[in-house]
């Protein structure tokens, strides 16, 4: 009997995965354990593994198609037997299901391809919005041809828009006006316009972002690279960020000499056997946030819009530089551990982050409470630490440099100073609860006492 193969749910928060490489195709033999695909959420990546033996039937998918979890991917059974009924909406109905002899059946089905086009162009010509449901190969043509999809007739399944359909979209006649603009560039074509004949003018072009295949000069002046899936996904939730929060960053520095002072000690306690973790100033800093977080709830916590989510637990979440990009793996209840324990912690996610196996619902941003940035080990003195949504905030710790203090009596000295920088929602706090927030993150680090 045949047996279907899902994309599995890696967490709680994930909703979707990008397939990498369909590692089986059509018509290969599997057995238990073989690689089927690989496949990666916004963070870490995977392997699916057979659990069958058999033939693959089907793949609904291509690479670099982004699935909803739970999703019907795969076919494995024995060769004859029906899938077109474990076929997902919204699957691709193109090449990637189709058996050996299925391919042979359709040939006739082709010769009348030009015919079957079309509809589409004479729907495409109305200029209205047509159709909304799209194959992932259709979307991703779409998109390198600057061309918007909902004005596209489609002739699959259902009115479904499929690859031909795009192809046809892409040879609607323009103006001599509109060719002109489209190659200024930053323009896209819909598929039909509202000249005679669905002739595209000047005024139906849209604001797009250029594929590498429509600019000019490259390969001589400079190349185009494609954004990796993760890349994508960090430059979305910056962005998101930015534009649904009225963020504002205050920056201040602290007495680092207590702190420094404690690092000598731990660094001789971790010589002398008595702790087994190198703790670090970071360590040192995370330990004195979690201190200063419960006593400003209202920095603890989500910003929902019209109302907060306050935690009663510092759920600390902790930036960390990866060679596939940022991430920002949560500490749960980081107010329960002591400063050997934390160090482990914060060390031991770090870790996953860096080798790709991170829980997925460790880095979600509903995960975190509170969220701290260190850019000091690159000599960063200041910066403006983004908000990872919906928290209220963001600490951003900067580098170590001498500054002037006066001692008293009269007296002056260049005593080391660490550079914090407070990123807030103001919808969430207004500035003097942020500036004394911050004031208590300076004070717990200039009077931390850990013992080791």
Known sequence: MAQVVIMPKQGQSVESCIVTEFKKKVGDKVAVGDILFSYETDKASFDEESKVEGTVLACFFNDNDEIPCLTNVMVIGEPGESFEEFAPTGAASEPAAQQPEAKAAEAPAKAEAPAAQAPVQAAAVSGDAVSTAISPRARHLAEEKG???SRIAGSGPGGRVIERDV???ATAPMTGLAKAMMAEGGLQAPASGTGIGGMVKGSDLKTWKPSHTDIAGEGTEFTVEKMSNMRKLIAKSMYNSLQNSAQLTHMLGADARKIQALRKKAK???EEGRIDVNVTINDLVC????????????VNSHCLGDSMRLFNTVNLG???????????PCVKHAEDLNITGLSKALKQVADDCRKGSINPDLLSAEAASFTVSNLGGFGVEWFTPVINLPQSGILGVGTIVPRPKDLGGGVYAFVPYLGLSLTYDHRALDGGEATRFLKQVATEIETLEVEF
Do not use: H
């Open 147 to 149: 061309i918007d999809p």
């Open 167 to 169: 192809i046809a979209a």
């Open 268 to 270: 001789k306690a971790l």
């Open 287 to 298: 330990f004195a946030v979690i201190k200063a977080l419960k006593k400003f709830p209202k």
């Open 318 to 328: 902790c930036a960390v530089d990866t060679e596939r990009g940022l991430m920002v």
